[in-house]
């Protein structure tokens, strides 16, 4: 049995994908299987990770009645498998709006679940029906953050909305819990720290028992590190790229922490 984590925050440009991507890897070179779901019209993670953009992606998975799943699976050069994303989720919102489509990704989820350790959701910055979606059909979500006020919005968005999803459904209760935060491009400044020390008191604090860990979810952050936009523009992991970097280890501090809560 596969479990899933979807990375999140209505707030763009927050590093939702280069964690994807780093922590896709990072899971991969610990041999564990893992597949990558780009959920975003943008695609960035579809593109980053040089996936042929040729196959079925996850849009044209959600349309067709009797999807050929396998299909629309390709192993990237990082070693992951991943689903592609599409441009035409832009009409998601008004392409899936019955009250089953809720349950596309979830079922597209059950469906793979024993060929995978994780499977990771890379949403889009919105706060539409595919992050309802992954609501249902994550176990965890690990919410992305910079040091702006609006991505502090966006941690409050989610557990509005998480408790929402938390009453009982058509077919089955969303059970997803927030496993972490991490901040990103983080710099050891006065407004560093104070973002730090805020989110670390709403972990605390603000989380409803139902949507959290037994443990309470992790703060860790990935230092801003030149090296991650060097290795976006070489399509590479910034864990192959420059494994020595700060936001490289980082971020296998932060894989370290999501498998011991997962696998022990
Ligand atoms: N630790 C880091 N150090 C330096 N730059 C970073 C770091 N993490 C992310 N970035 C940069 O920040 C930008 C936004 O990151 P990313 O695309 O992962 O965010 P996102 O939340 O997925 O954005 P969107 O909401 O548009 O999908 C990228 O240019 C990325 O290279
Ligand atoms: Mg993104």
Do not use: W
Request: glycine fraction near 4%; proline fraction near 3%.
């Amino acid at each position: 049995m596969s479990v899933t984590i979807a990375l999140a925050n209505q707030k763009g440009g927050v590093g939702k994908t280069t964690s994807t991507i780093e922590i896709a890897s990072i899971l991969t070179k610990l041999e564990k299987k893992v597949l990558a779901i780009d959920l975003d019209q943008q695609c960035n993670l579809t593109k980053n990770a040089e996936a042929d953009k040729s196959l079925p992606t996850i849009y044209d998975l959600f349309s067709d009645d009797d999807p050929d799943i396998n299909a629309a699976i390709q192993k990237v050069p990082a070693g992951y498998d991943l689903i592609a994303g599409s441009s035409s989720m832009s009409k998601a919102d008004k392409e899936f709006e019955d009250i089953d489509d809720a349950y596309l990704l979830a079922d597209l989820i059950d469906a793979l679940s024993d060929d995978y350790d994780y499977i990771l959701i890379d949403n889009a910055p919105a706060r539409n029906r595919l992050l309802n979606m992954s609501y249902i059909a994550a176990d965890y979500f690990i919410m992305c953050a910079d040091s702006g006020e609006d991505s502090l919005d966006g941690i409050d968005a989610i557990v509005t909305d998480m408790m929402k999803y938390h009453k009982p459904g058509k077919r089955k209760l969303a059970d997803s819990k927030i496993m972490g935060v991490i901040i990103t491009r983080f710099r050891q400044t006065n407004i560093g720290n104070t973002v730090l020390d805020i989110i670390n008191e709403k972990v605390e604090n603000d989380i409803p028992d139902e949507i959290k860990t037994e443990k309470i979810p992790f703060v860790m952050s990935v230092r801003e590190t030149a090296a991650v936009d060097e290795a976006k523009m070489m399509h590479q992991p910034v864990q192959t790229y420059k494994k020595s970097s700060t936001a490289a280890i980082d971020y296998r501090n932060i894989v370290d922490e999501i498998i011991s809560r997962i696998e022990e």
